[in-house]
């Protein structure tokens, strides 16, 4: 089976979000522009400057690779965002560093996948750590994507390669940079919204800047794509509370949502971060939240996660990126999880102790036997091997949080979670 339509076959997704997903779709005016937009990797083969172009499937073909000059006036449909376009400085402290390259400890000529590169922090360290390392860099925002083109220049052709694409896009972004399945030394997430996104004011990720509802980690990369203003102002009330009390975990989703709908008919569509933020204050009637450091917190944030997190499809891409890494990690390969909240850590736990998704939490193995028995599976050999075969061997069993000393040094880890596993050489 090929490892694309694998990937798709461990997807999940709650149903009745992906009902939601697919009714807004239908529902939206999209318009498809005339040339397909593209994401495209530079890199250099004998001398040569060859660009890859690939679609939003990250279906690439041999047809697909163009020779330029260096002086090619070429006019390419979709061009990431450069680093001199952004006017505001990006400032990004990498999460748990030392932890990482404590788990990873990369060695001379060992090859490692940062799958979400952002400004590229732990690239950075790990590239630090040991200069004689490879790094693949992968993102899915154009603009962390020109970082990770600039960081490559200061190293050896090939020791730093760069592409642009999201985690289910991995597979053939890989393919076409010659990495092949069971090859990769290390592989590391760090998901969630980076600290780059939230600072950029045009966004519309952070609640303390009004800014467009936008929400796309992409960019607008795929055409096809929904923003957090389609979401508001498209969808029912029914359907704005599942989002919300699903990936905001808010447990007032159905006042939130209610009063969502009720501003678009009083003062009309929704289109900033000010505005929507305003009408979920109304709902909490003054009620103050603390965070973890016992400061204010706005009472918006949930909603505003669980808007992120339905945008950009991000949990189900987590668990597909997690399938990938199995797939072209080495036998004894390392892989690091670095999360910001239950739903995503709770992905990364289950993968790493083998745990299936669509299991209800904290079973016993007593229930475990006992579901097994009322569906009629008999305890043949072949079914004890594959219970008892492991994919992965958690480094520990506990997850990891930043220490004190971190998070006051940088207030935005206080929500960190580490989780590390090692691929098995038994499967």
């Known amino acids: 089976m090929a490892l694309r339509s694998w990937c798709m076959k461990k997807a999940f997704s709650y149903s009745c979000l992906f009902t939601i997903r697919r009714h807004l779709f239908s529902v939206l005016p999209i318009q498809k ?9 530079v890199k250099t083969v004998s001398g040569k400057l060859n660009l890859q172009i690939t679609g939003h499937n990250g279906i690439c073909s041999d047809s697909d690779v163009h020779h330029i000059s260096d002086n090619s006036d070429e006019d390419l449909s979709y061009s990431p965002r450069s680093v001199e376009d952004s006017s ?39 590239l630090t750590e040991n200069p004689e390392a490879r790094v693949v860099c992968v ?25 642009l694409g999201k985690f289910s896009e991995t597979p053939q972004i890989l393919y076409q940079l010659g990495i092949t399945p069971g090859s990769v030394d290390g592989i590391l997430f760090d998901v969630g919204a980076s600290s780059m996104q939230y600072d950029q004011s045009n966004r519309g990720f952070s609640l303390s800047r009004d800014s467009p509802l936008d929400m796309r980690m992409d960019q607008g990369r795929d055409p096809d794509s929904v923003t957090a203003m389609d979401v508001v102002n ?42 929507l933020a ?21 009472v918006a944030t949930r909603t505003f996660q669980a808007l ?52 209800a939490k904290n079973l016993s193995v007593k229930q475990k036997s006992r579901m097994m028995r009322d569906h009629h599976q008999k305890y043949d050999k072949e079914l004890i091997k594959i219970i008892l075969k492991k994919r992965w061997i958690p480094v520990s069993k506990k997850v990891t949080t930043p220490e004190e000393e971190e998070v006051l040094e940088n207030p935005r880890s206080r929500s960190a979670k580490l989780r590390a596993a090692i691929k098995s050489a038994d499967v």
């Open 139 to 163: 993102d899915r925002d154009p603009l962390a994507f020109s970082y990770a083109q600039e960081l490559a220049k200061s190293y050896k052709p090939g020791q730093v390669l760069t592409c």
């Open 33 to 41: 522009p005339s040339k397909t937009q593209t994401c495209c990797h």
């Open 278 to 298: 305003e009408v979920i204050e109304n709902v909490f009637e003054e009620k103050i939240l603390r965070d973890k450091l016992n400061r204010k917190s706005h």
């Open 234 to 275: 498209h969808l029912s009330v029914q359907e704005l509370r599942d989002i919300i009390k699903k990936y905001g975990e808010d447990h007032i989703a159905n006042q939130i949502a209610h009063a969502i709908v009720e501003a678009r008919y009083v003062m009309g569509k929704i289109t900033t971060t000010k505005q």
């Open 88 to 126: 505001e400085e990006i400032k990004h402290v990498p999460v748990m560093v030392k932890k990482v390259l404590e788990v990873l400890n990369p060695q001379q000529g060992q090859l490692f996948i940062d799958m979400t590169f952002g400004a590229g922090g732990h690239t950075k360290a790990i």
């Open 308 to 359: 992120r997190i339905f945008v950009n499809n991000e949990l189900n891409e987590i668990n597909n990126g997690l399938e990938v890494a199995y797939h072209y990690l080495k036998p004894g390969g390392v892989c690091v999880g670095i999360s910001f909240h239950s739903l995503e850590d709770r992905i990364f736990k289950r993968h790493f102790h083998g745990i299936e998704m669509d299991e």
